[in-house]
């Protein structure tokens, strides 16, 4: 469809989309069941009338309204929106959606690079024109919508970082065009927080030395920043100018995921590795999910106190991806591992991966 003879347009210029679908869980869940379309819809743990433990996945942007929003604990969710639709989330659902949408961006001939399980870049510099990245856009979009039956936004723009920003910008069902020349008048008025990566904290810091807004950032005396951020000053300065020269990079199969936490204080309170272990599960069945993918085998590590660690794995028979079979595995190998002595590290890993479980392979 398109010209792949080089990475860079006939003008030499990049040119990379980003698209991310609107509130992904939710937009499935209202696009399978009508009668729910348009309504604050809440996708999460179970509420219990307000008791309920754990998070919200996500919500419809009519939840969002209310102040409902990823992460937030249920029981909060439901005092703010007890109204609400709330549905438990559908991974293998979520999963297969997603593996159509990225089908229908790799269809474009283009390079995709998943980035989540609802998100990707394109390298549409061989279309040429930022005019025809844009027609292109909309295409996909369209295309999405019609296939799939939600929607989702995209931005284009010269670099990874900016196409990111931009498909930020206008959500949802957004399509923001940043040409090089636009680049530095759309980042300056936004916030720092807008930029990938900045979190609460770097934000926070950012904020305390007066720097609220990119375009601050962009121009602020180096030194300030180097004083406040040492050698990642660089690396901040570079992002608020929009420089990312980084590739849209078509991966190799993920081959395990994995996370960690050290305690502040060696422990061997059974209640701080039990909380610790259940952040950990939630954790590796978020990146589970933003992989799309099936696990079949779990792995505890303890790491005592004085550098001894022992380690446990356990293999199931099936392949799954629900947060539920990682937690029984999780506290089963811990039970198993942990002899109540103080623990400096603890650690949990995924591995064995496939796309789909074996119930969803075809015959052949
Ligand atoms: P996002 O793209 O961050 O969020 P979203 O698609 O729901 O909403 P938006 O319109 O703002 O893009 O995440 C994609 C999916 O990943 C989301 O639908 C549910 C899941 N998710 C979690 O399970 N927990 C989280 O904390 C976040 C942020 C997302
Ligand atoms: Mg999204």
């Not at 698209?19 to 999460?44: L, S, W």
């Not at 999910?289 to 099936?294: G, K, V």
């Not at 505890?300 to 106190?305: A, D, H, K, L, P």
């Amino acid at each position: 469809m398109v010209n792949m003879s080089g990475q860079t347009s006939s003008a030499g210029q990049r040119i990379v989309l980003h698209a991310d679908m609107d509130c992904f869980y939710a937009a499935v869940e209202m696009h399978d069941r009508p009668e729910i379309a348009g309504k604050p819809v809440i996708v999460g743990a179970d509420p219990l009338g307000g008791a309920g433990r754990g998070v919200v996945s996500t919500c419809s942007y009519e939840a969002r309204v209310f102040g409902v929003k990823s992460a937030m604990p249920i029981g909060q969710a439901y005092r703010l929106c007890p109204d609400a639709v709330y549905l438990r989330p559908d991974m293998a659902k979520y999963a297969a959606v997603s593996a159509e949408i990225m089908g229908i961006f790799k269809s474009t001939g283009c390079r995709v690079q998943q980035v989540s399980i609802d998100e990707a870049f394109i390298d549409a510099s061989p279309v040429g024109s930022f005019a025809a990245a844009r027609d292109l856009a909309v295409r996909l979009k369209q295309e999405i919508r019609d296939r799939v039956g939600i929607t989702c936004s995209f931005g284009v723009a010269p670099s990874k970082i900016v196409a990111k920003i931009a498909s930020d910008y206008q959500k949802p069902d957004g399509l923001t065009v940043v040409t090089p020349e636009e680049v530095p008048a759309f980042l300056a008025p936004l916030s720092v927080r807008k930029i990938p990566g900045i979190g609460g904290k770097t934000g926070a810091q950012l904020e305390a030395l007066g720097i609220t807004t990119i375009g601050e950032l962009a121009t602020c005396d180096i030194q300030r920043l180097v004083g406040a951020f040492g050698r990642s000053a660089g690396l901040l300065r570079e992002a608020a100018l929009g420089h990312d020269e980084s590739e849209v990079v078509e991966r190799d199969g993920v081959k395990s995921i994995s996370k960690e936490t050290t305690f502040a204080h060696d422990t061997d309170d059974p209640d701080e590795v039990a909380a610790t272990m259940e952040l950990l599960v939630t954790e590796v069945a978020r990146a589970l999910a933003d992989e799309a993918l099936y696990f079949k085998t779990v792995t505890v590590r303890v790491r005592y106190t004085g550098f001894v660690s022992k380690t446990k794995a356990k293999s199931l028979l099936h392949y799954h991806n629900d947060e539920a079979a990682i937690r029984s595995s999780a506290g089963e190998l811990l039970r198993e591992l942990w002899d109540g002595k103080p623990i400096r590290r603890l650690g949990l890993r995924l591995s064995g991966f496939r796309k789909q479980d074996a119930g969803q392979q075809t015959l052949f």
